[in-house]
């Protein structure tokens, strides 16, 4: 339990740390000051000042921030507010020092893709096996046969396919495969599994295997990320037309469950394996942060984007009280949501 307890902080630090030194990085790069650099959340543990930062570890391990002077819609009138305040950077300065937090996300996924890719190789949408009076039987696919694209979308990794497969609803699919350098279009209609309650189209394996060169781990490393990228949208669509259930989403609790249950399954195939699965759920939560953070959200990055975009638009900022009273209620919805996940993994955990 201890040795779980440690993976999830360590791989939640990464990912919270990451982020939270990209604001900081570009902030101070353009000449913002930086009140506070913290790892953590709630009462501080250990705390040093370096220059104008104040640089601390927190007590709940969970989280992190990169506080700006100036950064929550402090008014003129509240204050002296100098040139190295957040609100008197240049719009596009500010712009660029919130959008780095998300970015340096998906930096760290891509990083982390190109280890994996390096070392386990890659999977190529090649079919291995067809299952017997399936859809993909029916519609004339065979073993070898690779797998182009579906439904227009461009296929670069077996798993893509599967991902596909798991959230299709018995829409038809149509299908493009090359077979002996031949392109052929096959139609493809899933047939329901009343045991697992799902769609399958019938196809078996996890691809074909490829070691990667050189070049082909940059390749393959965007490929993997591209595949994280689709597998969270696309979920996140999911979520937003109600076809997701409540027991889909996971909060830090569910995370570290997760991170747990994972250990368990990986540690019998040695120490190599669980390095490389703990990295694969470094890359998921930082495409996952990347995405969630860009949304259009008050209080989140994406929100705070909205409200400079929409000064470089109209040739000046909204009041910053007003833009203030937004996020505020931003983050009161957000709290909300995350209590509603609390509760939701607490539950399932004793289910």
Request: one cysteine or more; proline letters at 4%.
């Amino acid at each position: 339990m201890i040795i779980k307890i440690i993976l999830f902080f360590i791989i939640f630090g990464i990912v919270v740390i990451s982020h939270e030194f990209g604001h900081f990085l570009i902030g101070k790069r353009n000449g913002i000051r930086v009140v506070e650099f913290a790892v953590g959340m709630g009462p501080t543990l250990f705390s040093f000042q370096k220059g104008e930062t104040k640089y601390s570890l927190k007590l709940l391990p969970l989280g992190g921030a990169c506080m700006f002077d100036g950064e929550d819609g402090v008014s003129e009138e509240d204050g002296v507010i100098d040139e190295h305040s957040f609100i008197r950077a240049n719009v596009w300065a500010r712009i660029a020092t919130v959008f780095a937090g998300p970015f340096f996300n998906f930096l760290l996924a891509f990083a982390f893709s190109l280890i994996m890719v390096a070392f386990n190789g890659s999977d190529r949408p090649v079919v291995q096996q067809i299952m017997e009076d399936s859809a993909a039987q029916e519609a004339g696919i065979l073993a070898g046969d690779e797998i182009r694209r579906i439904n227009g979308e461009r296929i670069r990794i077996y798993r893509e396919v599967s991902l596909i497969s798991a959230l299709n609803q018995g829409e038809p699919m149509e299908i493009e495969i090359e077979r002996n350098g031949e392109i052929k279009n096959v139609t493809l209609t899933p047939l329901y599994n009343d045991e697992d309650a799902r769609y399958y189209i019938g196809l078996r394996g996890s691809g074909e295997f490829i070691k990667c060169n050189p070049a082909q781990v940059f390749q393959y490393g965007i490929y993997e990320v591209r595949y994280w990228v689709k597998a969270t949208y696309k979920s996140l669509f999911m979520l937003i037309q109600g076809r997701a259930k409540k027991e889909d989403v996971s909060g830090p609790i569910g995370m570290a469950q997760f991170v747990g249950e994972t250990y368990d399954e990986a540690k019998t195939y040695g120490v190599s394996t669980v390095v490389f699965t703990m990295i694969n759920i470094v890359i998921l939560l930082s495409v996952n942060l990347c995405i969630f953070n860009l949304l259009p959200i008050p209080a989140l990055d994406g929100g705070r984007l909205v409200f400079m975009l929409l000064e470089v638009i109209r040739g000046k900022p909204i009041p910053p009280e007003k833009e203030g009273m937004v996020h505020f209620a931003g983050l009161v919805a957000l709290m909300i949501l995350m209590v509603f996940v609390m509760y939701n993994d607490i539950a399932r955990i004793f289910r």
